[in-house]
T-cell receptor, first 115, second 115 residues
Framework: DSGVTQTPKHLITATGQRVTLRCSPRSGDLSVYWYQQSLDQGLQFLIQYYNGEERAKGNILERFSAQQFPDLHSELNLSSLELGDSALYFC??????????????FGPGTRLTVL | GENVEQHPSTLSVQEGDSAVIKCTYSDSASNYFPWYKQELGKGPQLIIDIRSNVGEKKDQRIAVTLNKTAKHFSLHITETQPEDSAVYFCAASKKGNNAGNMLTFGGGTRLMVKP
């Protein structure tokens, strides 16, 4: 158990809908990362927040957005969902600075199925 | 951007044998290389990492080597056990303009250890 928690575990929804995925980092960790894992794209970095501020952005679609709240939990919002958004979404956290070379610890993931 | 290639995609070994997984990266500025183990239905678990100022690191049955000149790094697992069966991912990160900590992952290796 990494100490990173994610809810919900599974999410089934329809195309065109909007969902929110939630993540709580390990106690004391200031940085939160979101990754998408799909069969065709593998594990891909989406976005990083550090202490409430966006720190780095990857291949995140405009339909997706994220934020980190004062209590350091983070939410990933996915809107206008398409079939291709079906994937595992992982949150990770790291301790101090959120800078390169800091170990990232992953949560158990949320499996999103878009029908 | 960074590109990480991982080989082989599947690896089957007999219990007690060694397993080696290799990764190459494209960006010479990459300086942090973690390895993750992912079991079915779980999130990636950090098992070992290495930084570019070190050529080799060992933790019990697991070792990682890094060749910066050739831009490749490898995971070595000795005395494999059935519980080592999982998908293993290599990753790389580098210092960017925004000092974020995004990881670029390889495609994964499915390791099967036969009793």
């Amino acid at each position: 158990d990494s100490g990173v928690t994610q809810t919900p575990k599974h999410l089934i929804t329809a195309t065109g809908q909007r969902v929110t995925l939630r993540c709580s980092p390990r106690s004391g960790d200031l940085s939160v990362y979101w990754y998408q894992q799909s069969l065709d794209q593998g594990l891909q970095f989406l976005i990083q927040y550090y202490n409430g501020e966006e720190r780095a952005k990857g291949n995140i679609l405009e339909r997706f957005s994220a934020q980190q709240f004062p209590d350091l939990h983070s939410e990933l919002n996915l809107s206008s969902l398409e079939l291709g958004d079906s994937a595992l979404y992982f949150c990770a956290s790291s301790a101090a600075s959120g800078r390169p070379g800091e170990a990232q610890y992953f949560g158990p993931g949320t499996r999103l199925t878009v029908l | 951007g960074e590109n990480v290639e991982q080989h082989p995609s599947t690896l089957s070994v007999q219990e007690g044998d060694s397993a080696v997984i290799k990764c190459t990266y494209s960006d010479s500025a990459s300086n942090y290389f973690p390895w993750y183990k992912q079991e079915l239905g779980k999130g990636p678990q950090l098992i070992i990492d290495i930084r570019s100022n070190v050529g080799e690191k060992k933790d019990q049955r697991i070792a990682v080597t890094l060749n910066k000149t050739a831009k490749h790094f490898s995971l070595h697992i000795t005395e494999t056990q059935p519980e080592d069966s999982a998908v293993y991912f290599c990753a790389a990160s580098k210092k960017g303009n925004n000092a974020g900590n995004m990881l670029t992952f390889g495609g994964g290796t499915r390791l099967m250890v036969k009793p």
